[in-house]
Nanobody, 117 residues
Framework: VQLQAFGGGEVQPGGSLRLSCATT????????MHWWRQTPGKERDWLGN???????MYADTVKGRFTISRDDAKNTAYLQMSDLEPGDTAVYYC????????????WGRGTQVTVSS
């Protein structure tokens, strides 16, 4: 199983970016997909998730600005980020939790997002 977050880059404050989390080897439609971010010296922060029915939950810090979606046909999850702030600068990661059978958790390599003028 492999997960890979991509789509990061540098954006000005107020701008938008869409990150993708592409998966291979995962029974994607049986997995809840999570997004996280981490800055140097700090713990990884949970941003939100999308369950297998498409229901989403978000951390208060990003609610209203970030939107998580999924495309089961493409085995890919997305994180649409808008109204970005310098404080959103971080490495962004995706993870999965689910089946089939016993629940397993997988993590992908992160992608850097830098919000700077």
């Amino acid at each position: 199983v492999q997960l890979q977050a991509f789509g990061g880059g540098e954006v000005q404050p107020g701008g938008s970016l869409r990150l993708s989390c592409a998966t291979t080897g995962l029974v994607f439609n049986l997995n809840v997909m999570h997004w996280w971010r981490q800055t140097p010296g700090k713990e990884r922060d949970w941003l939100g998730n999308i369950n297998t029915n498409g229901k989403t939950m978000y951390a208060d810090t990003v609610k209203g600005r970030f939107t998580i979606s999924r495309d089961d046909a493409k085995n890919t999850a997305y994180l649409q980020m808008s109204d970005l702030e310098p404080g959103d600068t971080a490495v962004y990661y995706c993870s999965s939790i689910g089946g089939p059978g016993r629940q397993r958790e997988y993590w992908g390599r992160g992608t850097q997002v830098t919000v700077s003028s």
